[in-house]
């Protein structure tokens, strides 16, 4: 019988995968409307295991399948690094303190998360990952591991070096630990299938790109908009970009799409294709109103070219270090690194940004700011971030085409619903700038200098 959301209502929970069960999620009020702020950050909202625009929630057993991977590949960490990086919440207001994270949940729950959702998918394909040995066991593992090489400080920290933290290049050196290698000779599983799955090549690997953009967009959705169950309002709810976020969450289970989903050699099928554009779309509205916002990205692009940067060209922090280390040690590390108190001080400094037409006049700016000794400072080109994921095939009366083919003027609305307004920025800090350790005050400038002269270069 077929997992679907109607199927879970008022039912027993169902084993979709050994030791991972799947039920109807709570509908109780955690809090009441006086709830104060505190109250918003409390797990139980934010980094629950229910995720309530797919449909369902779960529960691992100890010792299962699951839980046994989770130790042998270290997954733990994951629980101290948030999924959202140093994004801001783009209402912030000028009360709040920024370069604070605004969003609290984890890459370890995004990755169970993810894993469920292959699981459900796995169990309501049973008939192609039966005739297929070891399938089954290798994608749930793939879900449940395909952000392992997350560095501390998350996207944030990916964008001083994309090549070094590319999940998907590095993880063959991880299959390669002691516990992990014993673990996949233990559970009879292939490495090079696993490994090409996290590539997204061959049927597991289209599986794999479909779960983790349900997984993200179901979490980031809804601490995006807040918890309108329990009228447990976080900061700035009510704005114009929540609400057209909103008017696609709040009347059906967007995420649900898990339920029209059939794999073949070829990859996923969708059988409600009306679903899927519900979804591309909502997703696009993410990148434009949250992911790609310039009051978003302001504060972590700030901190990630500018302070980190530094501090991962010369050395002062490796890949290997932020491989092993969660958010709060980066932090700590930075202070030590540069003088206690450096990331707090910055609090009293205001991040803004101007829009630009092209990259030239943007780094003329740039550079204006840089003449005046104000090295915090950085241009950003969001142009190329956002990918529509029209590619996913769905079924029609005609046979399983590609979306964009089968519906090109749904599919150019997702790609406009999604793509920037103002792709080229230049951030900056206003007013008095902060003041630079001594010890690598003059290392720091000529550095800043050469990079600018470095990206112009590029150009």
């Known amino acids: 019988m077929l997992v679907t959301i109607r199927s879970l209502l008022d039912g027993r929970p169902v084993e979709v995968f050994p030791g991972l069960f799947i039920y109807t999620p709570p509908t109780r009020e955690h809090f009441s409307d006086q709830s104060s702020i505190g109250d918003v950050l409390d797990e139980s909202i934010l980094n629950s295991p229910s995720l309530a625009h797919a449909g369902f929630g779960y529960s691992v057993d100890e010792d299962s399948f699951i839980d046994r991977a989770i130790n042998a590949f270290g997954l733990w960490r994951l629980n101290h690094v948030h999924q959202l990086g140093f994004l801001q919440d783009p209402d912030t207001t000028p009360e709040d303190q920024p370069l604070q994270p605004r969003f609290m949940h984890t890459r ?3 990755s169970l998360d993810v894993a469920a959702l292959a699981a459900i998918i796995v169990y309501n394909n049973e008939a192609f990952f039966a005739a297929r040995p070891g399938y ?10 395909h952000d392992v090489l997350t560095p501390a400080g998350g996207d944030t920290t990916k964008s001083i070096d994309f090549a070094a933290f590319d999940e998907d290049i590095g993880y063959p050196e991880v299959l390669g630990y002691p516990a992990v290698a014993r673990f996949l000779r233990d559970e009879g599983i292939d490495g090079q299938l696993l490994a090409a799955t996290i590539r997204n090549e061959g049927p597991l690997g289209s599986m794999l790109d479909l779960v983790d953009k349900l997984g993200y967009i179901s979490r980031d959705t809804s601490n995006f908009e807040g918890s309108r169950a329990t009228h447990v309002i976080p900061w700035g709810w009510q ?4 609400e057209k976020v909103s008017q696609l969450t709040r009347t059906e289970k967007l995420t649900g799409l898990w ?19 519900r979804f591309l779309h909502a997703r696009a509205l993410m990148f434009q109103h949250l992911y790609m916002a310039p009051e978003a990205r302001h504060q972590e692009s700030l901190i990630a070219r500018t302070i980190l940067s530094f501090l991962y060209a010369t050395g002062r922090l490796t890949r290997d270090w932020l491989l092993r280390h969660t958010d709060h040690e980066l932090r700590k590390e930075v202070g030590r690194l540069l003088s206690d108190g450096f990331l707090e001080g910055l609090a009293n400094y205001r991040a803004a940004y101007q829009a630009f037409d092209t990259m030239d006049r943007a780094r003329m700016f740039e550079g204006a700011c840089l003449a005046k000794k104000r090295y915090f400072v950085q241009t950003e080109d969001v142009g190329h971030f956002f990918k529509p994921a029209t590619h996913f095939r769905i079924e029609t009366s005609v046979g399983v085409v590609p979306f964009i083919e089968s519906a090109p003027q749904l599919a150019a609305k997702v790609f ?17 700038q902060p003041k630079l350790n001594p010890t690598w005050k003059e290392e720091f400038e000529l550095w800043r200098m050469e990079q600018f002269v470095r990206d112009r270069r590029s150009l």
């Open 239 to 242: 704005s114009p970009r929540r």
């Open 136 to 145: 089954a066991k290798t994608m749930v593992l793939a879900a449940l591991t």
């Open 108 to 110: 370890f729950l995004h």
């Open 259 to 277: 339920q029209s989903v059939k794999v073949d050699d070829d990859g996923v099928v969708i059988t409600d294709p009306h679903h899927l554009y």
């Open 416 to 432: 406009t619903a999604g793509r920037s307004t103002q792709p080229i920025r230049v951030y900056y800090l206003e007013g008095d």
